[in-house]
């Protein structure tokens, strides 16, 4: 998978409102994202990927793990569930490529190891190809 997005993040004690406008000062930041997402047949899977984040002219880079849920409806439209967040998409004729972005604006929690959180709006898509046939 790979893919990009544009946030805005403020600390979790200070966050948005109803209407997604902060309730402070807010850090604009941009990252993009290459990896691997692994769908189970159960409904579960895994993500380990590495992010490339610039703000305020610097960057960084972190490598994340989660574990997924997803389900697909009759019409073909995945939701898949991770820690932190919900993204849906559609699965391209044959699952050969899937298009995953948030159905509607979310605060995202993030906590970080060392105790900080933040709230987070991004903006973005991932755009996922299949690699191997042989879970089919």
Known sequence: MTGASDCIQ????????????????VVFFATTVDGVMVFRADGTGTVNNRSFTVDAGEGTTSD????????IDPGGKLSVKAVPGTSSGFIGEGARAIVL????PTVLTVSRSNGTQFARICNGSLIMTRLSDDDR
């Open 10 to 25: 403020n600390s979790a004690s200070i966050g948005f409102d109803s209407n997604f406008l902060p309730k402070g000062p």
């Open 64 to 71: 994340i793990s989660y574990q997924i849920t997803y389900s």
């Open 101 to 104: 972005a948030p159905p509607a």
